[in-house]
């Protein structure tokens, strides 16, 4: 079966910058993926790039979502597609309320009439938000904004959901409420693929991941076998 997004020989370069140089990946569907990586590692870059945030001229290379060609595609356009990224918790709409967020998530729906049950099932997932759903969003914690951005994301149905360090600037018990939250969304069939700093949890949350490295993937491989890889355990483990 062929993967539901693949990067091919894929190059990013800001002006004459090389900093993506020429990665592959897969993501099949229902799988959680991810990628870890130290500062600079051109991980959010090429994140952004599939989800249509980077300019196009940048890019290199094919980005494949469905078999279908979407380098070069803007935001808007790659979202319609059912492949959506989670913005980051506090690019939330501040001065809008939690519940006004979550609409903003839905303008690309045609289907008015099945929003408000769409919402039911968000609030369902994240009761915190429901609970403050006429609350601003600029005056959440930190992990109900993240809640609240993947809520946005959620609410267009996504096939498969991008999102850049879930767990940064969060407490670590927010933090595993979060993945949680990520994982049983992986389960009931949306794909992920998550870059994210924080290796140790990344590893022991998706099913595969890669490695970047100043711009290449230096590794890949099913997480349990990263996860007792020496190299990976010496740099990115803490031993
Ligand atoms: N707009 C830009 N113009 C020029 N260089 C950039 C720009 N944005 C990022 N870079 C550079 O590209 C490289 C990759 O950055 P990127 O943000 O993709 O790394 P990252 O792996 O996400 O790092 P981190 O873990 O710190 O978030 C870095 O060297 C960065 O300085
Ligand atoms: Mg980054």
């Known amino acids: 079966m062929a993967p539901l997004l693949e990067l091919q020989d894929f190059h990013y370069y800001y002006g004459n910058i ?19 990586g130290a500062n600079g590692a051109g ?8 989800s ?4 196009t001229k940048g ?3 094919k980005i494949i979502f469905e078999g279908k060609e979407i380098q070069g595609y803007h935001g808007h356009k790659v979202a319609a597609l059912g492949l959506c990224q ?4 506090r690019h939330v709409f501040s001065k809008l309320t939690v519940e006004e967020n979550l609409l903003t998530g839905a303008y690309l729906r045609k289907d008015a009439k099945n929003i408000k049950e769409d919402l039911k099932g968000i609030y369902k997932r994240f009761p915190r938000l429901e609970e403050r759903r006429t609350q601003l969003a600029g005056t959440l914690s930190g992990g109900e904004q993240q809640m609240l951005a993947i809520g946005r994301a959620l609410i267009n149905k996504p096939k498969m959901i991008l999102l850049d360090e879930p767990s940064l600037g969060l407490a670590p ?10 994982r049983e969304i992986n389960q009931e069939g949306v794909t992920v693929l998550f870059v994210e700093q924080n290796s140790k949890i990344a590893l022991n949350t998706a099913n595969r991941g890669y490695v970047m490295q100043v711009g290449e993937v230096a590794m ?17 483990l803490g031993g």
């Open 18 to 36: 090389h900093t993506v140089k020429g990665i592959n990946m897969q993501v099949n569907e229902g799988e959680m993926v991810t990628i870890i």
């Open 43 to 50: 991980k959010t870059t090429t994140l952004q790039a599939i």
């Open 52 to 55: 249509g945030l980077k300019e």
């Open 59 to 61: 890019v290199h290379g």
């Open 86 to 89: 989670v913005l980051e918790g």
């Open 173 to 182: 018990v927010i933090v595993k409420e979060v993945f949680k939250a990520i």
């Open 220 to 236: 890949e491989g099913y997480c349990k076998d990263l996860l007792v890889n020496e190299e990976v355990k010496k740099a990115y």
